[in-house]
């Protein structure tokens, strides 16, 4: 006969439990250093023909654009216009980019893990060249990753298993402060808008009060409810975007067969032409495509080319997720894979100049309305030869991201696995934009923070159940 005694041992603080942070501001202050150099390697931010003109032409007339880009990003670069420098943009996003690291590192020390974990859940983040050119340029994508892992630490902060009626689980105000910055981040870029649902499932898993549920999806909820009346006033439909049957459509074209379809008169004109393009993302802007062989603007197509797709994937739906399997596939490889061909994925800082296409008359509008000093992009010297030798390799970006992904697969197994919500969210960020329109190795980044975030849940979650294990065999004595 045994008897288990209960030792009723009080857990102490995690800062008394836990080493130092000196490892991890050790990291900061390198990863910090990594952006000056950057800024002096590069003469200006990077700009992008047509994204990030567009993002600038919002910012300065302060109204959704019809097709892609939500106005999120646009309001992000309205508040720094005064200043009238594309530079600033870029050296407030490497301070986000650090952020987006003290985040990560925060929440995992948190979660009890040590100094040396959270710091290497944070070195993606931190020094992958992608990242820092990412917040070099001028594009949405950091804001996202910023949002989101805001969101995160947000409804994950709470840790403290003996305190509160729910415990571990955000508080109401905590659960609606994480809708609005989700919300923030679905108008930022629209991918991210499903996110708010899966925070709100994931709450009811762990049986959170339904006011907190409540809190966060009405928080949520309602700018996006006003954004789509914003966005009706403009252009007459209640949306976030007019480019969502466009996107789709491009899906479509590696795989409609339209034999198969049997589409309507009227959607028959949408089906392939002929034109074999590498990437599907390339039939949106390729005049040959047929869509583009409509008479007027791709995007005024938009409800025919969603009606067409949605068509083709229910009469093809093992086609169509063969193709989303195998362009999720190029974010795993061991090497680089150029997709659509005419890209150079790399995790380096290239040497050169790239002009900007002037004959573009938005350019010279931007530049006259947000920052006459708007310029292509050139490295200087000497800092950008000392970036060029800087090297990261392909494999922590491409094959290390999939091992991330799959341990925190394994680690959330279960309603109250905490690598669970990272680890949707980051599955979620990567198949999503490949289902939707393509894959792209920029779509990528989003997940890559909260693949790592959840594989060092996972792995802490393991050691902390066998440790409980082994306490339990101690504390059992015969009597």
């Not at 802007?285 to 791709?298: T, Y």
């Not at 990261?392 to 959330?412: D, I, K, R």
Request: with cysteine; net charge positive; proline share 8%.
């Amino acid at each position: 006969m045994a008897l288990t005694l209960a030792r009723t041992r009080p857990r102490a603080p995690a800062a008394r439990r836990l080493p130092g942070h000196g490892l991890f501001a050790g990291a900061l202050a390198l990863a910090a250093a990594l952006r000056v150099l950057v800024m002096l390697g590069y003469d200006t931010a990077q700009l992008y023909w047509y994204d990030s003109f567009t993002y600038l032409d919002t910012a300065v007339h302060m109204r959704p654009q019809a097709a892609f880009h939500p106005a999120g990003y646009s309001w992000f670069l309205w508040v720094l216009r005064p200043f009238r420098s594309v530079e600033l943009i870029a050296g407030v996003q490497h301070v986000m980019g650090l952020g987006i690291g003290v985040m990560i590192y925060a929440l995992l020390r948190r979660r009890s893990l040590p100094g040396w974990g959270a710091t290497l859940a944070a070195v993606p983040v931190l020094f992958d060249p992608a990242f820092v050119r990412l917040e070099h340029a001028v594009l949405s994508d950091l804001q996202v990753i910023f949002l989101i892992m805001a969101a995160l630490l947000v409804l994950m902060w709470r840790n403290d298993p003996s305190g509160g009626l729910w415990p571990g689980l955000p508080s109401g105000r905590a659960a609606a402060v994480a809708g609005l910055l989700l919300a923030l981040a679905g108008l930022t870029r629209t991918a991210a808008v499903p996110l708010l649902a899966l925070a709100a499932g994931w709450l009811v898993l762990r049986r959170a009060p339904w006011r907190r549920v409540a809190a966060l999806v009405l928080a949520g909820t309602l700018p996006l409810v006003a954004y789509a009346g914003w966005y009706a006033q403009h252009h007459g439909r209640f949306a976030l975007s007019g480019s969502d049957g466009v996107a789709l459509w491009a899906r479509t074209m590696t795989f409609a067969d339209c034999s198969i379809i049997q589409p309507p008169p009227a959607e028959a004109p949408l089906c392939p032409n002929g034109t074999v393009l590498d990437a599907a993302s390339e039939y949106v802007w390729d005049p040959a495509a047929s869509l583009n062989r409509l008479p007027g603007d791709r995007f005024a197509h938009n409800d025919l080319a969603r009606s067409f797709a949605v068509r083709a994937i229910a009469a093809q739906p093992l086609d169509y997720l063969r193709e989303v399997v195998r362009d999720t596939s190029l974010a795993f490889t061991w090497q680089p894979v150029a997709h659509p061909k005419r890209v150079s994925p790399s995790t380096t800082f290239p040497k050169g100049s790239w002009p900007l296409p002037e004959q573009h008359a938005l350019i010279a509008e931007v530049r006259a309305e947000y920052d006459p000093g708007i310029r292509g992009m050139s490295s200087a010297e000497p800092a950008a030869s000392v970036l060029a030798a800087y090297t990261y390799p392909w494999a922590l970006h491409g094959t290390v991201f999939g091992v991330l992904l799959l341990a925190g697969a394994l680690g959330s197994a279960g309603r109250r696995r905490a690598a669970l919500l990272p680890w949707a969210m980051a599955a979620f960020l990567l198949v999503a934009p490949v289902a939707a329109l393509d894959f792209d190795h920029r779509y990528v980044l989003p997940a890559i923070p909260l693949a790592c975030v959840s594989a060092a849940l996972a792995v802490a979650g393991v050691r902390r159940r066998r440790y409980r294990a082994g306490e339990k065999e101690r504390t059992t004595v015969p009597v």
